[in-house]
Structures are given as structure tokens and as C-alpha cells.
T-cell receptor, first 115, second 112 residues
């Protein structure tokens, strides 16, 4: 079974600082990989996705993530944090093969942005 | 356009009661998914519907859980004889393609 590990349940950065949220997955077959964001009292919103094209994926709101097969990682970054980035972020990976609709999520990382 | 909607937004019930949660997918989306999010945990896959194909029920945690979907429209998730460990946020998602799921706001279920 797939597993997703998000290092750090809570990350705090200053406004304007680099944001780095870590995600590692367990699979020898590169699946689809996703980052979702959840703002308070809202549903999950897709931030970006990797679907076996370019390894550096750009998403909304200035976020990007790099797929590194050798490290089984898909870390999320943003060069300069904004107050509006404060939210919970979830990394997810799809099952390989015919069940690629089935997503396994990490436990989430709560991002706090300090003024 | 309208997104995925779920009702109720909050549900408080007593242990042993049955509950029904509703999901309205985005119009035209053939795929529909249910997930469960327990406090401090990631989302857990419950069930997947695709058109008129047999659903993938492999994530349902027990036979107290069931879900139905009529065609490509509304879905209901039913939990019978609720237990305290069923307390969670239940999220529904829909998609046209498997690589982009659109999530609803969820139903927060509290079992007393």
C-alpha cells in the first residue's frame, strides 16, 4: 500500500521568507503526485500536480514542486511567503496501475506566516 | 461555476443512530469519490464511482458504511449504527479525469 510522509505537522515562516514543505512517498513506480491546500472552513483546492511530464511543476499562487524519483520526494516551495498562504497543505499520491483514481494523503502540514 | 456541494455541513448524532450524508458533484463529472478525514490525519479513501461501472468499495471501513449514486448525479453515504470512532469530516470529490479531483467543503460528523 502507498504511504505519504509529510515532515513537520506545523511550519512557521516570516512573510517574505522561503516556504518549503516536505513530502516523501513510498512507491517504486512514479504515480501521479499532488499538493492540495485547505483554507479554514473550506474544501481542498488543487495547488499543483505531477503527471509524468516535467519534473518541475508550477502551480497556482506562485507555488512549485519538484519530483525527484531517486529521493521519492515531491517537496513544495514558494520563494516568498505571503500572509494569504497561511493554510493546511496536503501531499497526495495516486495508486499505480489501474487504481490511479485512489489517492493516499499525508497527514498535512499547517503553514503559519508571521508578519 | 458551481462546485461540489455537500449537506449537511455539520451533523451531530447519538451513538447507534443512522446518518445520511449527501454529495452533489459538479455537473458532467462522471467520477465521484468519498473520503474520511479524522482529526490530525490525512484523508482516507472510502469509495469511488465511475459512471455506470461497479463502484470500488475497497476503502469502506466496515459493513456499517454504504454509498449509492444514481447515474452521474447525487451520491449519499450512509453510516448505520454510528460509533464514536466514526466522528470525522467526510469529504466528497468529483472529477472528469482521474488526475484532477474537485473537493466539496465536507460534512463534519460528531457522534456523541
Amino acid at each position: 500500500a502507498q504511504s505519504v510522509t509529510q515532515l513537520g505537522s506545523h511550519v512557521s515562516v516570516s512573510e517574505g521568507a522561503l516556504v518549503l514543505l516536505r513530502c516523501n512517498y513510498s512507491s517504486s513506480v512514479p504515480p501521479y503526485l499532488f499538493w492540495y491546500v485547505q483554507y479554514p472552513n473550506q474544501g481542498l483546492q488543487l495547488l499543483l500536480k505531477y503527471t509524468s511530464a516535467a519534473t518541475l511543476v508550477k502551480g497556482i499562487n506562485g507555488f512549485e514542486a519538484e519530483f525527484k524519483k531517486s529521493e521519492t520526494s515531491f517537496h513544495l516551495t514558494k520563494p516568498s511567503a505571503h500572509m494569504s498562504d497561511a493554510a493546511e497543505y496536503f501531499c497526495a499520491v495516486s495508486d499505480p496501475g489501474g487504481s490511479n483514481y485512489k489517492l493516499t494523503f499525508g497527514k498535512g502540514t499547517l503553514l503559519t506566516v508571521n508578519p | 461555476g458551481a462546485g461540489v456541494s455537500q449537506s449537511p455541513s455539520n451533523k451531530v448524532t447519538e451513538k447507534g443512530k443512522d446518518v445520511e450524508l449527501r454529495c452533489d458533484p459538479i455537473s458532467g463529472h462522471t467520477a465521484l469519490y468519498w473520503y474520511r478525514q479524522r482529526l490530525g490525519q490525512g484523508l482516507e479513501f472510502l469509495i469511488y464511482f465511475q459512471g455506470n461501472s461497479a463502484p470500488d468499495k475497497s476503502g469502506l471501513p466496515s459493513d456499517r458504511f454504504s454509498a449509492e449514486r444514481t447515474g452521474e448525479s447525487v451520491s449519499t453515504l450512509t453510516i448505520q449504527r454510528t460509533q464514536q470512532e466514526d466522528s470525522a469530516v467526510y469529504l466528497c470529490a468529483s472529477s472528469l479525469w482521474v488526475d484532477t479531483q474537485y473537493f466539496g467543503p465536507g460534512t463534519r460528523l460528531t457522534v456523541l
